[in-house]
């Protein structure tokens, strides 16, 4: 026997002997995973968003970010982190992706549902006369501004229609305060030819309670546009739950 044919033949003995074994993991869902998102699933083309708590609304929406696994265990720790399905989808990418389980493509689904909600919100009242679609205003702005970390300042721009002509953001800031310039809601007034205003900001704290400094800025823009002409309608304080209007509390009297 050759050295070769030697080889070969240990080679075949020590295979037998040892066989080896590959074992490959499961690709499949599991039985209950799987049926416990279809069952989800047809719970909401049957009746609808209304037809699921934020738990079960909140799983639909990760279940196409993680696939063949329970997500449960992590939505239940972003809704205790961050209180309910709109405090979710609305909180800063950064701060999502410190929470365990939280990956780039959850994100991703997070802020998608996010951005549509904010569209679909928006086309209710860009063009139309703002007066009397006030309601759809004030659920623009809190599916927009409720759960914001910091305080920003919108201004709604309209025409002499009242129709909305643009929404912009003219300030930014910290937890507690925003920096407001008049001069500069004026220049971008008659940049946009604007013939009234609704200024916006939020209380990140929740309260919507108007603080003497909203009411200073309040005055201050209403001092600044008069003499062009530019009326300012209103100014809502949006907080967590609800808002508060300054006309609506009478509050724009002490402005003036």
């Given at each position: 026997m ?5 080889h ?5 003995t020590s ?6 074994l590959?074992?490959f993991?499961?690709?499949?869902e ?9 069952r989800?699933?047809d719970r909401?083309i049957r009746g609808?968003a ?12 990760i279940f196409r ?6 997500v ?6 972003l ?6 399905f709109?405090?979710?989808i ?5 701060v999502l992706?410190l ?5 780039d493509?959850?994100v ?8 549509a909600a904010?569209?679909l919100?928006?086309?209710q009242?860009?063009d139309?006369?703002i007066?009397s679609?006030w309601?759809?205003l004030l659920k623009?702005c809190q599916t927009?501004?409720a759960?914001?970390p910091v305080?920003?300042f919108?201004?709604?721009?309209l025409d002499r ?8 953001r003219l300030g930014?800031g910290t ?5 407001v310039?008049?001069?500069e809601?004026?220049?971008?007034a008659l940049q946009?030819d604007?013939?009234a205003?609704i200024l916006v900001?939020n209380h ?7 603080s003497?400094q909203d009411?200073d800025?309040?005055r201050?823009v209403?001092?600044a546009t008069?003499?062009l002409?530019?009326i ?14 300054f ?8 402005t003036?």
């Open positions: 050759t050295d070769h044919t030697l070969r033949g240990l080679t075949r295979c037998a002997e040892q066989p080896v590959f074992s993991p499961s690709t499949r599991p039985p209950y995973v799987k049926g416990h998102r279809q989800l699933r909401f609808g209304e037809a699921l708590p934020d738990y079960e609304l909140l799983e639909l929406v970010a993680i696939s063949r696994q329970d449960k265990p992590l939505v239940y720790r809704l205790k982190q961050f209180g309910d709109n405090g979710v609305s909180a800063p990418r950064d992706l929470q365990k389980g939280v990956t493509r959850v991703q689904e997070l802020k998608v549902v996010e951005a904010h569209r919100a928006y086309a009242i860009i139309k006369p007066l679609s309601s759809s623009y927009t501004l759960h914001k305080e920003e919108r201004v709604f721009f229609k009242n129709r909305l002509i643009a929404d912009e930014r937890i507690d305060h925003v920096p310039y008049p001069r809601i004026v220049k971008r946009l604007a013939s205003l900001h990140p704290s929740g309260d919507p309670t108007p003497p009411i800025i309040t201050k209403i001092e008069g003499p002409g530019i300012v309608h209103d100014h809502l304080v949006i907080g967590k739950s609800k808002e508060i209007s006309r609506s509390e009478g509050l724009m009297d002490r003036v």
